[in-house]
């Protein structure tokens, strides 16, 4: 069955530490998006790529990198210079401009 | 100006009756509407897009959208205790493949 991975579930990270989260999906989806969802905030646009090798920064990229190496897949590295990285991370993928295919999260919380 | 605004709610409707939920939008020329539901602790899930004015309906779902008065609705039919959830509005504005979001309306279905 065609979907999107994420993992890991939940993530715990040190003061001072990279951590990545993985993000693979076999839907053939040309873009892949990263968000941050914060209690009674929304969707915060993080990065987004819309083809192999390419990716643009969204909203609040400081703190955040990514790659896009292959189609497949689109890992996010939260630095530390990311002060408050404790959230709901979301990758999504979709066709360009259609609807998006989210995984299931990824809670990263800052030990 | 927020440019995709949704009520916060939460909307509290009894089982069985039409939930009606409203997002309005700012750009006149945006182009793609979507509704997203997402459970408490979970990622949100597409459940309906519409591009043209009018309705699209799939199943207890009608997605209205009218573009001279820039608003897009979602109506639930026969609301059931498992429609408790956020619905999230997401619109391309003019020029962009990448949603808008809005902060998402809470419903509550109780017996």
């Known amino acids: 069955d065609g979907g999107i991975t994420q993992s890991p579930k939940y993530l715990f990270r040190k003061e001072g530490q990279n951590v990545t989260l993985s993000c693979e999906q076999n839907?053939?989806?040309?873009?892949m998006y990263w968000y941050r969802q914060d209690p009674g905030q929304g969707l915060r646009l993080i990065y987004y790529s819309q083809i192999v090798n390419d990716f643009q920064k969204g909203d609040i990229a400081e703190g955040y990198s990514v790659s896009r190496e292959k189609k497949e897949s689109f890992p996010l590295t939260v630095t530390s210079a990311q002060k408050n990285p404790t959230a709901f991370y979301l990758c999504?993928?979709?066709?360009?401009?259609?609807?998006?295919?989210f995984g299931s999260g990824t809670r990263l919380t800052v030990v | 100006q927020k440019e995709v605004e949704q009520n916060s709610g939460p909307l509290s409707v009894p089982e069985g009756a039409i939930a009606s939920l409203n997002c309005t939008y700012s750009d006149r020329g945006s182009q793609s509407f979507f509704w997203y539901r997402q459970y408490s602790g979970k990622s949100p899930e597409l459940i309906m897009f519409i591009y043209s004015n009018g309705d699209k309906e799939d199943g207890r779902f009608t997605a209205q959208l009218n573009k001279a008065s820039q608003y897009v609705s979602l109506l639930i039919r026969d609301s059931q205790p498992s429609d408790s959830a956020t619905y999230l509005c997401a619109v391309n504005i003019r020029g962009s493949y990448i949603p808008t979001f809005g902060r998402g309306t809470s419903l509550i279905v109780h017996p």
């Open positions: 999504a993928s979709s066709i360009t401009g259609g609807g998006y295919t």
């Open positions: 839907l053939n989806h040309d873009a």
